[in-house]
């Protein structure tokens, strides 16, 4: 079944404590994204990377870091969480053409104590 | 950078027709798609659009006016399920930016 599997679905932490969310995709896509989603704002780009090796930042990526050095995965790293990056995450991969929709992932709730 | 603006909340009653507007402004126009999103889960595609027209896909329909950086989402036979929120996403020089999002809440 062709997915974007998202790790954790939840979790709940305490300030400075480094964490990453893990993103995997099985549809060999170009395009992966994250993104925030919190109310009154919508979602929110944070990172996307083009292809392996290629990233670049979205809209808020102060405290967030990524890498691709694979194509199926892409994971977003918080160095130092802060209690501003309490927020429902979503990771998603096209194609990369600009027709082709995004895909996302379940979600991961993070909340920072 | 992109704006995009939809309205925030609309109410409609089952088996009615309800439209969802979205207005944009971008540079370097490359496609307008709309999702659907149940409250707690990951937004799902509905439609695409990159040429002015409209689009038909069973229930629901999407029309684009890029002249007029206008586009709205048709639902019709509305039905329970479809109560949602609906997000405009448009693609402008290869960036694809989110509206806030339009909530549909669907009465019996």
């Known amino acids: 079944e062709a997915q974007v599997t998202q790790n954790p679905r939840y979790l709940i932490t305490v300030t400075g404590k480094k964490l990453t969310v893990t993103c995997s995709q099985n549809m060999n896509h170009e395009y992966m994204s994250w993104y925030r989603q919190d109310p009154g704002l919508g979602l929110r780009q944070i990172y996307y990377s083009m292809n392996v090796e290629v990233t670049d930042k979205g809209d808020v990526p102060e405290g967030y870091k990524v890498s691709r050095k694979e194509k199926r995965n892409f994971p977003l790293i918080l160095e130092s969480p802060s209690p501003n990056q309490t927020s429902l995450y979503f990771c998603a991969s096209s194609p990369g053409r600009s027709n082709q929709p995004q895909h996302f992932g379940d979600g991961t709730r993070l909340s920072i104590l | 950078g992109q704006n995009i603006d939809q309205p925030t909340e609309m109410t409609a009653t089952e088996g009615a027709i309800v439209q969802i507007n979205c207005t944009y402004q971008?540079?370097?126009?490359?496609?307008l798609f709309w999702y659907q999103q149940h409250a707690g889960e990951a937004p799902t595609f509905l439609s695409y659009n990159v040429l002015d027209g409209l689009e038909e896909k069973g229930r629901f329909s999407s029309f684009l006016s890029r002249s007029k950086g206008y586009s709205y989402l048709l639902l019709k036979e509305l039905q329970m399920k479809d109560s949602a929120s609906y997000l405009c996403?448009?693609?402008?020089?290869?960036?694809?930016?989110f509206g806030k999002g339009n909530q549909v809440v669907v009465i019996p």
């Open positions: 996403a448009v693609n402008g020089n290869n960036r694809l930016a």
């Open positions: 971008t540079s370097g126009f490359n496609g």
